[in-house]
Antibody
Framework: QVQLVQSGAEVKKPGASVKVSCKASGYTFTSYYMHWVRQAPGQGLEWMGIINPSGGSTSYAQKFQGRVTMTRDTSTSTVYMELSSLRSEDTAVYYC???????????WGQGTTVTVSS | DIVMTQTPLSSPVTLGQPASISCRSSQSLVHSDGNTYLSWLQQRPGQPPRLLIYKISNRFSGVPDRFSGSGAGTDFTLKISRVEAEDVGVYYCMQATQGFTFGPGTKVDIK
């Protein structure tokens, strides 16, 4: 079945970087764009950016420009989201989500908790 | 940037009764291709979000028919015809016409 499996929880110090992975299975990896969305504790959903697994092109939310990098590895059907210069406000659950042709997010990863604390 | 608002932000409902959530965008969500990319997602406690409705009114695979979406332009509505216990959670509208933006979410719980 179609699924997205994300890497495990991370604890980082302020100023560090984190790299979260999202492994796709059950469908043709290069046929669907992938979003990254985050959710701070008790808060709503925040769109971070999108990557085209086919060519690797990306588009980032202005808020994260310069701090986020999204990449992919087609050999392992995995997308990655790296966030640098972490601060406490980056403590959140990070999700990957597949994009359909009707621009809905139809499949979601289980989420990866990133905690930023000194 | 398009800003999404939702009302109410909290909605206590009685089991078996209807519920309605409104979503408004700061500008029209009609895309140049003629489509309106407004979707609704449900997030149950402790779970990732789940797609309910796409392009205003299309129920996603496996979504019960008690969920329906309507609207046009800048005003949209999600309705639950008869709320069940499993419907408890937070509901988000999301626009994908110009970039991607979520609404703040509406918490639905049982009275």
């Amino acid at each position: 079945q179609v699924q997205l499996v994300q890497s495990g929880a991370e604890v980082k110090k302020p100023g560090a970087s984190v790299k979260v992975s999202c492994k796709a299975s059950g469908y043709t990896f290069t046929s669907y764009y992938m979003h990254w969305v985050r959710q701070a504790p008790g808060q709503g959903l925040e769109w971070m950016g999108i990557i085209n697994p086919s060519g690797g092109s990306t588009s980032y939310a202005q808020k994260f420009q310069g701090r986020v990098t999204m990449t992919r590895d087609t050999s392992t059907s995995t997308v990655y989201m790296e966030l640098s210069s972490l601060r406490s406000e980056d403590t959140a659950v990070y999700y990957c989500a597949r994009v359909t042709i009707f621009r809905g997010m139809d499949v979601w990863g289980q989420g990866t908790t990133v905690t930023v604390s000194s | 940037d398009i800003v999404m608002t939702q009302t109410p932000l909290s909605s206590p409902v009685t089991l078996g009764q209807p519920a309605s959530i409104s979503c408004r965008s700061s500008q029209s969500l009609v895309h140049s291709d003629g489509n309106t990319y407004l979707s609704w997602l449900q997030q149950r406690p402790g779970q990732p979000p789940r797609l309910l409705i796409y392009k205003i009114s299309n129920r996603f695979s496996g979504v019960p028919d008690r969920f329906s979406g309507s609207g046009a332009g800048t005003d949209f509505t999600l309705k639950i015809s008869r709320v069940e216990a499993e419907d408890v959670g937070v509901y988000y509208c999301m626009q994908a016409t110009q970039g991607f933006t979520f609404g703040p979410g509406t918490k639905v719980d049982i009275k």
